[in-house]
T-cell receptor, first 114, second 114 residues
């Protein structure tokens, strides 16, 4: 049981380049999330999805787009990377309901934009 | 919005007990999570509280007081492997219903020393 898998694990981009981060979960979870984690800022929600075909904005959505074409996959796109997007990106998923629905996280993607 | 406060860093001795506090301000409170995150790794779930009181799980316990907007994570018989960041996360119902937002604190970095 792989849980939540993110690819790639590391990436260096030049300013203006684009890329897609892939998240896959095999737990049949309804909810999926993309967070970024920066020193002193904690985990901040970029976008989330409450089911296949749905997406919604989180706290810091600007500069990112997402898609959830299949229930098990949640893609995060950077159309034109900026140095401010240098961060560690985590994907997470959970059942959504009922109450005790802890999130399961992927191992993270370390992105550097130069 | 939500406001979550926890100490930035703590140091404790191997074999001792340490308490990590978390205070929060939110409307529509619907649960508090604690996650552990080792350096360079993904957060992993530790505990969940939605009712007042203490939840015990082995060496770890978590307490919640909803009226005070306060929680703590208690770690007993500290081991070197407990050196990690501990993230407090609060879930709250939105006024519109549906998705329940989870907001993370910035985390407390715990160093266990011999």
């Amino acid at each position: 049981n792989a849980g939540v898998t993110q690819t790639p694990k590391f990436r260096v981009l030049k300013t203006g380049q684009s890329m897609t981060l892939l998240c896959a979960q095999d737990m049949n979870h309804e909810y999926m999330y993309w967070y970024r984690q920066d020193p002193g800022m904690g985990l901040r929600l970029i976008h989330y999805s409450v089911g296949e075909g749905t997406t919604a904005k989180g706290e810091v959505p600007d500069g990112y787009n997402v898609s959830r074409l299949k229930k098990q996959n949640f893609l995060l796109g950077l159309e034109s990377a900026a140095p401010s997007q240098t961060s560690v990106y985590f994907c997470a998923s959970n059942r959504g309901t009922p109450a005790r629905t802890e999130a399961f996280f992927g191992q993270g993607t370390r992105l550097t934009v130069v | 919005g939500q406001n979550i406060d926890q100490p930035t860093e703590m140091t404790a001795t191997e074999g001792a007990i340490v308490q990590i506090n978390c205070t929060y301000q939110t409307s529509g409170f619907n649960g508090l999570f604690w996650y552990q995150q080792h350096a360079g790794e993904a957060p992993t779930f530790l505990s969940y509280n939605v009712l007042d009181g203490l939840e015990e799980k082995g060496r770890f316990s978590s307490f919640l007081s909803r009226s005070k907007g306060y929680s703590y994570l208690l770690l007993k018989e500290l081991q070197m492997k407990d050196s990690a960041s501990y993230l407090c996360a609060v879930r709250a119902r939105s006024e519109k219903g549906g998705y329940q937002k989870v907001t993370f604190g910035t985390g407390t970095k715990l160093q266990v020393i011999p």
